[in-house]
């Protein structure tokens, strides 16, 4: 794996974090719509509250789908750092995640449009807009409906992304330290090896020749003789 191709898998780790994030504030703010629709006094302040969830809501949900687009765009350049099989697989439910956001983004448009008058953020001319939309009370709460599933669905996809992009970061780590530690690891092996042979060449014994003594058999010394003396002279005398 090239550096190159490093860096795009993190980024498109990040990309798929940040999926999953906007994908929970989307579930938090829907919750928080559902609460308080449950309410039994229908006070102008709850009515507030839950224009400004939905106003946060369908901007997560726009957020969501540009997300969803940059994740199928880094999926490509990143493509070097899985197998085939997961791959394709991971292309075909990005491609149908960012394709369904796309079609949906315009719904969200025009709730976040209806949530930005009633809490005086637009005038009141924008919603003639959206008035195709919202004039019909069984198509809104159809509308309502499909962004729920959709935003849901968004939350468990990328969830699921975002457990294996733990995983295979956590591997990419492991690889790196592995790779790192490496060199140590033969410099550990060269230093053994030598501390081996010296006390293989201090510890063998040397062979110690014993001298060799030739045994010299002594001198016989011999004891001076007088010299003869000649004493024939005499006897003629």
């Known amino acids: 794996m090239t550096q190159k191709t490093k860096v795009a898998n993190v980024f498109f780790r990040i990309v798929i974090f940040l999926g999953l994030i906007a994908s929970i504030v989307g579930i938090v703010e ?3 719509i559902a609460l308080k629709e449950n309410y039994s006094t229908n006070t102008a302040v709850i009515y507030y509250g839950m224009a400004n969830n939905l106003f946060i809501w369908t901007i997560a949900f726009m957020v969501l789908t540009g997300i969803s687009v940059l994740a199928f765009i880094m999926n490509f350049v990143s493509h ?17 995640e960012a394709l369904i956001n796309i079609i949906l983004c ?6 976040n449009v209806v949530a930005a008058v009633l809490l005086g953020y637009l005038p009141v001319e924008k919603v003639y807009e959206v ?15 499909i962004l729920v ?6 939350f468990i996809f990328y969830l699921i992304l975002s457990v294996t992009s733990i995983v295979s970061l956590h591997k990419m780590n492991n690889k ?18 030598e501390e081996v042979t010296l006390e293989e060449v201090v510890e063998t014994p ?18 001076p ?4 003396q000649d004493f024939s002279g005499f006897n003629n005398n």
Not at 84 to 95: A, D, G, M
Not at 225 to 228: G, L, V, Y
Request: aromatic share 10%; with cysteine; proline share 6%.
């Open 106 to 111: 315009t719904v969200a448009y025009v709730f």
């Open 225 to 228: 003789t007088a010299p003869s």
């Open 176 to 193: 790196l330290f592995e790779n790192a530690s490496q060199p140590q690891q033969r410099n550990y092996t060269a230093q053994a090896t």
């Open 30 to 32: 829907m919750c928080l």
């Open 149 to 154: 599933c959709a935003t849901i669905a968004a």
């Open 206 to 223: 040397v062979e110690q020749v014993k001298p060799t003594t030739e045994t010299v058999a002594p001198v016989a010394q011999t004891e």
């Open 131 to 145: 008035n195709s939309y919202i004039d019909d009370v069984d198509k809104l709460e159809t509308l309502v409906a």
């Open 80 to 96: 070097k750092a899985v197998g085939t099989p997961s791959y394709v697989l991971r292309t075909i439910f990005i491609f149908v």
